[in-house]
């Protein structure tokens, strides 16, 4: 496949994931709201309570997927078929030792964790424990379905994952509403529907997968080299994993101890904020890392870094259209979903959304590009360790009587530091040129901004009428940015992409 089609397809992948991620942020959303609506705040609590234990296992699920991605797309860019039917059928019996050892842990210490230290009102211990179960059950099918899902997204089949995306938000919002009806327990029910949902999912994506891809037909696959050459990969990830685990919860509990559950709330609201764009960045991601490992694994390093180059320029603009309307309006948005807004949780949001914007401008590409080398050791070292900064600086600042607001200003400090780290680990080993990178993207990228953002920022310092402020800030961002974003920001085949998709799309 040439250069030229790689880029079609992804640029159309990008558009499929893009216009997935909104629609199921949005349901997601709505959906969130219907099922606290159902439960009532306490259960609701305790349902985020009781999947938050898993959470502290989910690491190593995702380093063993990362692991499994790094190893699969390889062996598919190098075109090795048979390596390639090994490396899945591994991958699938590596899985398997996982999915135990989340069990034995989730059945040990985390059923301890639960019932002795979790804080959940004594007569809704025995369907929190009802509700734990098939939490880990669904931890365990999920860490299962992973080689399948690294096929898909491998194979680039992201027109498969949009739309099964789309489908999965679809059930979860019925289940939202099947609630209203719930013959039993609400709590109870819940938890069965959500995991009645995520086997159907997990059917369909082994269906597809057995039927496009013949290297996904799981025949027993031994070796100790490959098999140890794998682990040490994912060891080295789910170091990276436990230190962003423990960043946050620590940051959590600090926020506790010195500003108490109001600053916990409005920790919550942030995070689920970020976690929200962070799902459309890493969907916008997947679009490109595929093409990433595989040029790496064809020695196509030019490549390799074109791809850098226009996966820091794309980013830039779609997470711009959505994020910068929201931050200047981040009052009107929170009251609007949540109507009662925790002190703090604005700013917070705000912050932490800026910070996200360019981190992934910056750096969004490099960490995957690194790990395509696979020589991430000293990497995942350094990055752990500026990550677990979060939690000293939060600390220091709190002892020092700073006010909650340190928290995502800390994140900033600690990000730029691992920006600067993501980039001289990237010069050194794929080669990338940081004044290329300067020069190629981020210069059409400030004149975006300079041009789109002084605007709507002088109306969010003098319009204080929300609604006002809401059309006012978004009518003119969009005025300024879109065209900006067409003419300055978009490479002359990617303008042709555009305009037959909305022809296309017009037509009908």
Not at 22 to 41: C, D, N, P
Not at 77 to 95: A, P, R, W, Y
Request: with cysteine; hydrophobic share 55%; charged share 15%.
């Amino acid at each position: 496949m040439t250069p030229s089609e790689n880029n079609r397809r992804i640029a159309k992948n990008t558009l499929f994931l893009y216009f997935r991620s909104i629609l199921t942020l949005g349901v997601g959303l709505y959906t969130s709201r219907e099922v606290l609506a159902q439960l009532g705040v306490s259960d609701f609590g305790v349902y985020n309570v009781v999947g938050g234990v898993i959470v502290l296992f989910s690491f190593i699920q995702n380093a063993m997927g990362s692991a499994t991605s790094r190893f699969f797309t390889f062996d598919l860019g190098k075109g090795d078929f048979e390596q390639l039917k090994k490396t899945f059928s591994l991958s699938v019996i590596i899985h398997i030792f996982t999915a135990l050892l989340i069990l034995i842990l989730g059945e040990t210490a985390g059923l301890w964790f639960l019932n002795t230290r979790l804080v959940i009102p004594t007569e809704r211990m025995e369907a929190a424990n009802f509700v734990y179960q098939f939490t880990i059950f669904t931890a365990c099918v999920g860490i299962l379905q992973v080689p399948y899902m690294v096929a898909i997204t491998a194979h680039e089949r992201m027109k498969v994952f949009a739309y099964a995306g789309i489908a999965d938000a679809v059930f979860k919002l019925s289940v939202a509403i099947a609630l209203g009806f719930a013959p039993f327990d609400k709590l109870k029910f819940y938890s069965i529907l959500l995991f009645g949902v995520y086997i159907v999912m997990v059917v369909f994506y082994r269906i597809y997968c057995y039927k496009n891809f013949s290297e996904t037909h799981f025949k027993w696959f031994w070796d100790k080299k490959m098999f140890l050459e794998r682990m040490g990969f994912g060891g080295w990830t789910t170091l990276g994993g436990i230190s962003v685990v423990a960043a946050l919860q620590g940051v959590n509990m600090l926020l506790n101890v010195f500003h108490g559950v109001i600053a916990n709330a409005a920790y919550g609201i942030m995070t689920q904020v970020n976690n929200a764009v962070t799902q459309l960045s890493s969907n916008l991601m997947a679009a490109f890392n595929p093409q990433v490992i595989k040029s790496y694994a064809k020695n196509d390093i030019e490549y390799l870094h074109s791809l850098i180059f226009r996966f820091s320029r794309i980013s830039f603009l779609l997470l711009s259209l959505f994020i910068v309307p929201i931050v200047l309006n981040m009052d009107f948005v929170l009251h609007l979903w949540l109507k009662e807004v925790p002190d703090f949780a604005v700013v917070f949001c705000q912050i932490r959304l800026i910070d996200h914007l360019f981190a992934y401008t910056l750096s969004g590409l490099l960490a995957p590009a690194i790990s395509a080398s696979g020589k991430i050791k000293y990497f995942t070292i350094l990055d752990s360790i500026l990550v677990l900064m979060n939690f000293v600086l939060c600390y220091i600042f709190f002892q020092l009587g700073f006010s909650p607001v340190a928290v995502p200003i800390v994140y900033i400090i600690t990000n730029i530091a691992r920006i600067i780290a993501i980039n001289l680990f990237a010069k050194r080993l794929i080669h990338l040129s940081i004044r290329n990178f300067c020069k190629k993207t981020l210069s059409c990228l400030f004149i975006i901004a300079l041009i789109s953002f002084p605007l709507p920022a002088w109306l969010y310092f003098n319009i204080n009428n929300s609604i006002n402020l809401f059309f006012a800030s978004t009518l003119s961002f969009l005025f300024l940015f879109l065209p900006s974003a067409y003419f300055l920001g978009l490479a002359n085949n990617e303008r042709i992409l555009l305009k037959d998709k909305i022809k296309s799309l017009t037509a009908k």
